[in-house]
């Protein structure tokens, strides 16, 4: 009987488990945050504590013991040099597991696990990080500042040349105000309309 074995066993054997636990925590090591299913996370956070809190004490035989679990030179290197420096005044609770939506093929509860200390979203350096996004529909950059350029170069006029513009002008303003339009404009029939329904 299995009495007071906690461990999840996630449905594989003694070997595979072990192995994907060591490449979980690899990626984890180095990328920071994984998404995967709620049951692997909660497992994976009971492997890699442990280790986070070996890392504190950078010795050989710490280390020799850290990648036999890991079998990746590159995590242990990451983890020995930067991780544990971040976390060196942190008593434990090395990782958060945040849920997240039901995979949509077989509806397995999901969650990411990421590095307390290296989380962007809850700190402090989120606020000042936020950009304003660009948009494609106002064109390119170039275009509008040679548009605002023009009125500017236009706005330097001699004198002499504002009281030529300012005679031309005049006429000019008289003649569309003579005309009427010959047909009533959208506006003015969905007005007509509006107000019949009434």
């Known amino acids: 009987m299995r009495h007071?074995?906690?461990?999840?066993?996630?449905?594989?054997?003694?070997?595979?488990r072990k192995a994907m636990m060591g490449n979980m925590a690899a990626s984890l090591i180095l990328h920071k945050r994984i998404t995967t299913t709620l049951a692997k996370a909660k497992a994976l956070r009971v492997y890699v504590e442990p280790m986070i809190t070996k890392s504190k004490n950078d010795t050989t035989h710490s280390r020799r013991t850290v990648f036999s679990y890991l079998q990746n030179k590159d995590a242990v290197v990451e983890l020995f040099r930067d991780i544990a420096a971040k976390v060196a005044n942190r008593p434990g609770g090395y990782t958060r597991i945040v849920k997240l939506e039901n995979r949509?093929?077989?509806?397995a509860e999901m969650a990411i696990i990421e590095l307390v200390d290296y989380n962007t979203v809850y700190g402090a350096e989120a606020a000042p990080a936020a950009k304003k996004s660009t948009r494609r529909r106002g064109g390119s950059g170039k275009g509008k500042?040679?548009?605002?350029?023009?009125?500017?170069a236009a706005a330097e006029v001699t004198p002499a040349d504002d009281a030529v513009v300012v005679e031309e002008e005049t006429p000019a303003t008289e003649a569309p105000a003579a005309e009427a339009p010959a047909e009533p404009t959208a506006s003015a029939e969905s007005e007509e309309n509006a107000e019949k329904g009434e």
């Open 4 to 16: 007071g074995k906690k461990v999840n066993h996630l449905g594989r054997t003694d070997s595979h």
């Open 104 to 107: 949509l093929g077989d509806n």
């Open 145 to 152: 500042a040679a548009v605002a350029a023009a009125p500017a």
